[in-house]
């Protein structure tokens, strides 16, 4: 029997990746059912990469050079902000979730973790704050809510497969 941590963490990285599978192939269905393109996450990456050379802000990310490995620095910072979502779920709501998964703390949990595109990713990628930026800011707001109402649906399945495969920790 793990400690309680280690319990929060093993559970948080269970379901955090469960969810951010969900949304990757949510990701792939929208893409081939509506013709709208997959994040490219190797910009994430590239953001993440000339954080510690002190750039920030960047107008746009794809106007800033390309920095080595920025696609699997993205793809990473993806399913780790997946996994502190989820450790987010959990510290609010404890493993008794996990025990018995309810919907509407994984949607809380997933509809709120959109206020970090929002806020931080959008703003500091030259999109503006919520997208006001773009070419279609309402548009793009929009398919942001629906992805993460999809990564709390995404919680919630996967806090039901952690329960079901984890019940003897």
Known sequence: MPDHTTAMLLHATVIGTGATLVMDAWAILRKRLLGV???N?????????WLPRGRFHHQPIAATPPVRGEQA??????????????GILLGLWGL???????????LLVGIGSVAAPFLL????????????????????RMHSLVTHAVFGVGLYV??????LTTRSL
Request: charged share 5%; hydrophobic share 55%; glycine share 12%.
């Open 41 to 49: 996450y190797g910009l994430v990456g590239r953001w993440l990469a």
């Open 73 to 86: 620095i993205g793809w990473i910072a993806h399913y780790l902000t997946g996994i502190a979502f989820a």
């Open 121 to 140: 990713m959008q703003p500091a990628m030259g999109a503006g704050i919520a997208a006001s930026r773009t070419p279609r800011p309402n548009l793009a």
């Open 37 to 39: 393109p997959a994040l």
């Open 96 to 106: 008794n979730w996990v025990r018995q998964p309810t919907l509407a703390p994984a």
């Open 158 to 163: 996967a806090g039901w497969v952690a329960n």
